[in-house]
């Protein structure tokens, strides 16, 4: 990995920061002002400040830290010692003119998420797929497969090595044929069923669990795969007490036409042309507290965003951890499939 690849400048916008963060896979930008070192820029500040302003919009340099690690070449022995102690993955290296020379990285064996996120991860599992079709005339949508392992494989398979070991799936449509697939593979985790006699949709789904999880668990919809630290985010969730955390990404769309604002007296107020548009989606996966399985209504349809949106009418506490547009894999749809196919195998 080259130098300039984790060089921005300082008068770039946010939603640049982002994308080149996840080019660069190693959590931290080093910010230039005319070619020379600044600040440094990482995941967790462009986290903060939307949770605190919610502006997108903002540039590099109202977000950045202007006091970051760094050292001068001849102090280089000293940088691994310099990244344990301050948790960080990547490092630069100056000259004397703060012109950045190179960077060190930890090595991918010290970066491995810890093993201690002892969570129970609820999948929802017994959806029709239908948008999925011919694929789920023949196979319930968690079993399509991705390489060579299915979706809901993928998923289960992410939250382990974070240390999740119990997982529900909530099953209906050929629930029999997922069962018997994780009854005769090898697997370090546990695998319990809630048989869904009729559909209950996202939401409704979980009262089958009552009694059942009494801690802080995980739900995710069965055709997603988001690459994030699920660490962090519990964590997050715990230390800002949310009923509720729903995970959100980041999405921009270019919008193909000029756009037309139209005044009250039918006259052209602004025209832009080709606008880029960018807002936070909500990508099926939440950090649950066990009192809204325990306060749902038992056999009633729900979609889990409407049980939000009652728990925030109620003015219970809800909150969001927004992740960057590429941390989000959704096969919701053929062509998001074949994307997610074609993601999964660069990676591997």
Request: glycine share 6%.
């Amino acid at each position: 990995m080259e130098v300039i690849e984790f060089l921005i400048d300082e008068e770039e916008a946010m939603i640049e920061a982002m994308q080149q963060l996840d080019r660069v896979a190693k959590k931290v930008l080093f910010v230039v002002r005319e070619g020379r070192f600044v600040a440094a820029i990482t995941d967790g500040d462009i986290r903060r400040w939307i949770l605190k302003k919610g502006n997108l919009d903002a540039k590099i340099k109202d977000i950045a830290n202007y006091s970051p690690k760094s050292l001068l070449e001849e102090d280089k022995s000293k940088a691994k010692d310099v990244m344990k102690k301050h948790s960080i993955e990547a490092l630069p290296i100056l000259d004397k003119e703060s012109n950045i020379v190179s960077v060190v990285l930890w090595n991918d064996e010290a970066v491995e998420p810890k093993k201690n996120l002892d969570v129970s991860v609820v999948i929802m599992a017994g959806g029709l797929g239908t948008r999925l079709y011919p694929y789920t005339k023949i196979l319930p949508k968690p079993l399509i497969p991705i390489g060579e392992i299915p979706i809901v494989e993928h998923i289960m398979n992410r939250f382990s090595r974070y240390g999740s070991d119990q997982f529900y799936l909530v099953v209906n449509h050929k629930k029999n044929m997922i069962k018997a697939y994780f009854n005769e593979i090898e697997k370090a985790y546990k695998v319990d069923y809630v048989d869904e006699d009729k559909p209950l949709g996202t939401g409704g789904g979980l009262s089958l669990l009552k009694g059942r999880i009494k801690s802080t668990f995980i739900l995710s919809n069965c055709d997603i795969l988001i690459e994030e630290d699920y660490e962090k985010i519990y964590n997050y969730h715990k230390k800002e007490n949310n009923l509720i955390t729903m995970v959100c990404s980041l999405k921009k769309i270019k919008i193909p036409y000029g756009v037309i604002e139209i005044s009250e007296t039918g006259e052209i107020e602004s025209m832009k042309e080709k606008p880029e548009l960018s807002f936070f989606s909500n990508t099926g996966m939440y950090i649950v507290e066990p009192k809204v399985i325990e306060e749902l209504e038992e056999d009633k349809a729900i979609g889990f965003p409407d049980i939000i949106e009652q728990y925030k009418a109620q003015g219970e506490k809800i909150g969001i951890y927004p992740i960057s547009e590429n941390s989000w894999m959704d096969m919701g749809q053929l062509d998001e499939l074949e994307e997610m196919r074609r993601r999964l195998e660069r990676d591997e």
